[in-house]
Structures are given as C-alpha cells and as structure tokens.
C-alpha cells in the first residue's frame, strides 16, 4: 500500500478517503497504518454526519479536494456504498473485489489487487 501511495503521490495527484464509521476510532485506524499523511481530505461519517451511500459526503469530498467528479475515481469494496454511489456523484467507481460481498450484477469496473490502480491511472494519463 505505501508503494501504491507514493506512487501516486508522486504524480501530484489529490487523494482522499471517505469511510463509514465512528471519528476516533477511524482516524486511529487510519494512523496506526501511518498512512493519513498522505491524503489531502479524510471523511468520517460521524464527523460528516452523513454515510455513505449518500452522494453528499462524495460532494463534500469533491469540494474540499478542489475537483470535478468526472475528476475522481473512487475505489471502494462496497459494490452499494461505495462503487454505486460515487458513480451517481458522477465519479468513476471501481470496485475491489472482496469475496464478503456477491459480485454486482451491474458491469463495474473492478480490480483485485490495490497495485492495479497504477495501471489504471497510467492509462489514464496517457
């Protein structure tokens, strides 16, 4: 993962994070794996006081991030919550697979590892 963040990180693109969750408890989540200081926005949803799969804490994140949804890719494991959602904000959303969740029946795009994120974006960029 820190690979991945670097990474992108290094090619000066915005990143942030939109979680579902209690405040405290996520954000200790998110540093204990020493990874918040490479994200620009983190949205908790007790913080937020909206969850996902309400397209307005997607807004809120677009906002802060300065971007336009057909800007973003949002990669989730919830193929509602996540994928469905931020594709009604107007983002691309990508699914990672997770076998806890039955696969979608709407044709996402999807991965199966994180790492293929910088395929992704270098198709993009091209």
Partial sequence: MIE????????NIKLGIITNGFGRFQMNNIKGLKIDHYFD???ISEIEGVRKP???????ALKRLGIEPHEAIF??????????ASIKAGMIGIWKEDDFF???SN???SIKNLIEIKDILASISK
């Fill in 54 to 60: 309400n397209i307005e804490i997607f807004m809120r």
């Fill in 75 to 84: 990669i989730g494991d919830h193929p509602v919550n996540d994928v469905e």
């Fill in 41 to 43: 926005e983190i949205l």
């Fill in 4 to 11: 991945l963040l670097d990474y992108i990180k290094g090619m």
């Fill in 102 to 104: 039955e696969r979608p």
């Fill in 107 to 109: 044709e996402y795009r």
